[in-house]
């Protein structure tokens, strides 16, 4: 079965990390570009944060600017979302979804822009930030 697959979320205090990583079933990650995304409850989903196929480029939420740090590694087939300094705004369900796309070799794919055009999405992984 060809989909994608979220960890590492979980119940933090704010100011607090967690490390969200993506990887694939059925599929190798090596030439897809990725987008993490978060949908918190009663919102719409929103674009958190974007990386190129090769990982150079990347793209952030103004939101998330500063505390998040998204990564990949080819050799592990993961793509990382590393979120300090948690705020409880930052709670919802975290998902990460892949592109196939040329374009995106060294370019991150617009997932802070739009929420569809993407070949596989994962189910996600919920992320609580609360005291």
């Known amino acids: 079965q060809l989909q994608l697959v979220e960890s590492g979320g979980g119940l933090v205090q704010p100011g607090g990390s967690l490390r969200l990583s993506c990887t694939a079933t059925g599929f190798s990650l090596d030439h897809y570009a990725l987008g993490w995304f978060r949908q918190a409850p009663g919102k719409e989903r929103e674009g958190v944060s974007c990386?190129?196929?090769?990982?150079?480029?990347?793209a952030y939420a103004d939101s998330v600017k500063g505390r998040f740090t998204i990564s990949r590694d080819h050799a592990k087939g993961t793509v990382y979302l590393q979120m300090n300094n948690l705020k409880p705004e930052d709670t919802g369900v975290y998902y990460c979804?892949?592109?196939?796309?040329?374009?995106?070799?060294?370019?991150?794919?617009?997932?802070?822009?739009?929420?569809?055009?993407?070949?596989?999405w994962g189910k996600g992984t919920l992320v609580t930030v609360s005291s």
């Open positions: 979804a892949g592109y196939y796309d040329s374009s995106y070799y060294y370019t991150p794919p617009p997932c802070l822009h739009r929420d569809y055009g993407m070949d596989y």
């Open positions: 990386i190129s196929v090769r990982g150079g480029s990347t």
